[in-house]
């Protein structure tokens, strides 16, 4: 949960105590642990590093009369966004249009993956008892008929926040049966009881990313996630409720060939996701890895069509993609109503 206000101004790696007692390190990398670029082994030889933004990489401010009320319901009922914990890029539109990424159990994630910036620390199993119903009040406030959950890795958890999780999704639907719930997890330590505690409560999209091709997972993810992991979930998700759609997320510009993107794709398939969405990683702050390329529009549109060609029923990609933009439109098959032609 979201209880920072009241606390002093911490620096980007720094320690700081929680309110609840506990410590966390802001942005969730510190500057000794980070890198000043990709490791060289990561990077491929024709890739050298580079900074400076293109201009097809501008996102809307976040100001306006819709984004104003959606922040405000998030006060109230003390709620954590990964809009604002991750720094997403598309917060402004988002918020505009009345949506949000609601994020569960805390601000605090108990991993440090080196392209995230949530805070991260040990909780100790601490966990906010009102969050599902509060959770639920604010869906229906919004009137959402689409809402994304995700959530922090509470690896601290004996479940990982598996019946956390399913309690508010279960709150939403009690209160909202016509609102559809998409449940972005952890990977729970690759337990499938905990993501069937997950499905079980009546989503409608269970999504779990994989984040980046298999070379690039370490260092890129906390060493606790994995890509054969991940990928594990996913498959199992499907198999055990066919009818729930899968879906995961790729960032690109970390130092993957397009064969590699085209391989996760296939391996992707394998598991039988549905649902895939493409991005451009954007560094959060100085700690955490640097830009290796930005990947241009005609790139991703590129991309798209050979996803689709695949058998995906959707992928949604473009330079400012996040895992939950535009996350109700999956299925109109038109990229979210993206077009990356006028981006350049």
Known sequence: MRYNRSMPVVKS????TTPQ????????????????AAPAAVVAPDQPVIARKPAWLRARLGSGAGFTAVKQIVRDHRLSTVCEEAKCPNIGECWNAGTATIMLMGAVCTRACRFCAVDTGNPRGWLDPEEPENVARSVDLMGLRYVVLTSVN???????????????????????????????TPDFQGVLEDVEAVLDAGVEVFAQNVETVARLTHPV???RA?????LNVLRHAKAYRPEVLTKTSLM??????????????????????????????????????EIVRFVTPAEFDRYRAHALELGFLECV?????????RAEQALARNNAGLDNRRLV
Not at 13 to 16: A, I, M, P, Q, V
Request: hydrophobic letters at 35%; zero cysteines; proline letters at 7%.
């Open 21 to 36: 007692g506990f410590t966390a390190i802001k942005d969730g990398i510190k500057p000794s642990a980070a890198p000043a």
């Open 221 to 223: 993810r906390d060493p």
């Open 226 to 230: 994995g890509y054969a992991q991940t």
């Open 13 to 16: 790696g720094e320690k700081y």
């Open 317 to 325: 990609s473009g330079p400012l993609v996040r895992s939950s933009y």
């Open 154 to 184: 509470r690896d601290d958890l004996p479940d990982g926040g598996a019946a956390h999780y399913a309690a508010a999704v279960r709150a939403i639907k009690r209160r909202r049966p016509e609102t559809a719930v998409e449940a972005l």
């Open 252 to 289: 690109l510009g970390l130092g993957e060939t397009e064969d590699e993107i085209y391989a996760t794709m296939a391996d992707l398939r394998s598991a039988a996701v549905d649902l895939l969405t493409l991005g451009q990683y954007l560094r959060p702050t100085v700690n955490h890895l």
